[in-house]
């Protein structure tokens, strides 16, 4: 590690889900020789897992290519296998810490092993986490594909779904939208939000509440995920228990898939000391059409910086985007 | 074909690249019962091919998800499955005018075969097609297979280009792709560009330059293909006139192929007469980080709006976006 803390790397991707790899396949391709930091460390909200939210996904049927489908994690595999082909070199560690240069000088980045490195253009992809409700009993069906999920556009027309009395677990914009996807396939979709009012819009509401399948049942929490073997012996949600959060009262509703709306955040907690500039909602800001950032030579990829499309397909596209982005720059300084 | 032009679509999609199938994928996957247009008619300039560009590419190393690589009409094949898949609607057809309402109601499309459909969505996905030098005598014998091609990929591998020295005009990735193709068939591959430099990045250009049978030839242009009549009369390029761009001075090449790589034009013929708004370069244009165009309903994506990165996987993320605009678009209309 100590060669590594003197000399500068072209291209130093930190985050590996799919805008991460496609970075590293387009710089590894264009000969920048990128180092990718997969990203281990704990951070918050939630873990920040090597590969991204796709590890947690068991069938992905709509990233293009995969008529069949493909799981999340072998995805994932590919993606790295073709970005360690190309030459990309991958380090299992997380960047904790960025101290980005204002001056043309390379940036130095602080590595969860207590090292420090430089790069001249720094790719950022770390993604994002859902944020869930926080119950063991949530967490391991999520893990293994047992029918709880924080992304109904990706998992909602599964067939385990169709047909099936689900629930969605909040009460904004998305927790609509996601909803109301969900009743094109559930027999019945069952909004369970702790308030009795909706903070989704009016219009959102509506177009869910329209839905002859659709409910909400309010001032109503998740206290525990029940679950029970399939055929195959994997265990897969079968309930919820509630509580009232007025009365205190407790419940039982039967469901075969939960569907966790309570929002996403990006994680960008190791930029918190830096001059990089997000939007309001705490996503990195993006210039015009591009993968720039505002601070010279630092891109960013992905669900990091996208708040709105969230998939797969796009965060590639953007990690391609990012890789081009940093290859010209670096022409134009003549770093490469 | 009566009964279609009494209904109203909810979305149509034109063209059948990877933007057109990722939209139908994930449009599909919303039930929005998409039919694509997979666009067969002749326009200017080229053919428009179903498939789009990867039809004609051998080898896509860089679309993630295929370490060792896939052929771009296999990967095409897929594409069209996984859209046939969730219910995606393919017609043979393509679309040859389209009248645009302004006032809400459904947008009109004429069709190749003389009918005419009505759509609430539409997302324009018709890519671009090879620009050419401009010469009369290069597309008199590119029009009657003398020898003039911009497909390398396509036309390279011909008998009779085989051990011939052969010629590529460009200076870009895809001008060293097509050069490093031909150096397998041909017994010696002339780049002709006409600046002191390549746009190509560094790992394209050198694969070029490594094959033996490689050379560049710097500062000249093509301005008149020279010919000669065949054993059965046909006229085929015999050499090419020359002019250096810093001397001026004129020389010949004599050579029996022509490979014309000087980039690409949107493919937007059919849209000429509708209110949709162009970039300076011919591309639509975008509204912020969207697929949206200035009309409402009309939404775009692959490289018919994206004159920058032009790859697979940025047209595959565009297509998602579209087709997740056009489903937000459609709910907040109220039609579906």
Redesign the interface.
């Known amino acids: 590690m100590a060669q590594e803390s003197t000399s500068v790397h072209k291209v130093v991707i930190i985050g590996s889900g799919?805008s991460g790899?496609?970075a590293a396949?387009?710089a590894a391709?264009?000969?920048l020789e990128p180092v990718v930091y997969v990203g281990v460390a704990k951070q918050d909200p939630g873990p920040v897992l090597p590969g991204g939210q796709l590890m947690l996904t068991t069938d992905v049927?709509?990233?293009?290519?995969?008529?069949e489908g493909?799981a999340g994690p072998e995805?994932m595999m590919?993606?790295e296998?073709?970005a360690r082909?190309?030459g990309t070199t991958v380090v299992g560690e997380d960047i904790t810490k960025c101290e980005f240069s204002s001056d043309g000088s390379p940036h130095t980045l602080h590595t969860s092993s207590g090292d420090t490195i430089q790069a001249h253009a720094v790719i950022i992809s770390t993604g994002a986490t859902a944020n869930w409700i926080g119950l063991d009993s949530e967490m391991k069906l999520a893990m293994t594909g047992g029918g709880v999920s924080a992304c109904a556009?990706c998992d909602g027309?599964l067939p385990m779904f169709r047909d099936q009395h689900v629930a969605v677990v909040g009460g904004g914009d998305s927790a609509m939208e996601e909803a109301?996807?969900l009743t094109?396939f559930a027999s019945k979709v069952s909004v369970i939000h702790r308030r009795d009012e909706l903070r989704a819009s009016k219009?959102m509401q509506e177009?869910f509440l329209n839905k002859e399948n659709a409910e909400v049942l309010w001032n109503k929490t998740v206290i525990e995920c029940l679950s029970e073997p399939d055929q195959m012996g994997n265990e897969k949600i079968s309930a919820v228990r509630l509580k009232d959060t007025v009365t205190g009262e407790e419940s039982e509703l039967a469901i075969k898939g939960l569907f966790v709306a309570i929002g996403h955040s990006p994680a960008t907690k190791f930029l918190q000391d830096t001059a990089l500039e997000f939007d309001s909602a705490g996503y990195i800001d993006?210039k015009d059409?591009s993968s720039k950032t505002n601070i010279e030579g630092v891109f960013a990829a992905g669900d990091v910086a996208d708040a709105?499309?969230r998939?797969a397909?796009?965060?590639?596209?953007?990690?391609?985007?990012a890789a081009?982005d940093a290859?010209h720059w670096l022409g134009d300084k003549g770093l490469?």
Request: positive net charge; glycine residues 6%.
């Open positions: 799919p790899w496609t396949i387009y391709r264009a000969n049927e709509n990233y293009p290519g995969f008529p493909i995805m590919k993606f296998e073709q082909r190309f556009v027309a109301t996807f094109k219009v177009r993006l059409r709105k499309y998939q397909i796009t965060a590639s596209g953007m990690g391609c985007q081009l290859e490469i």
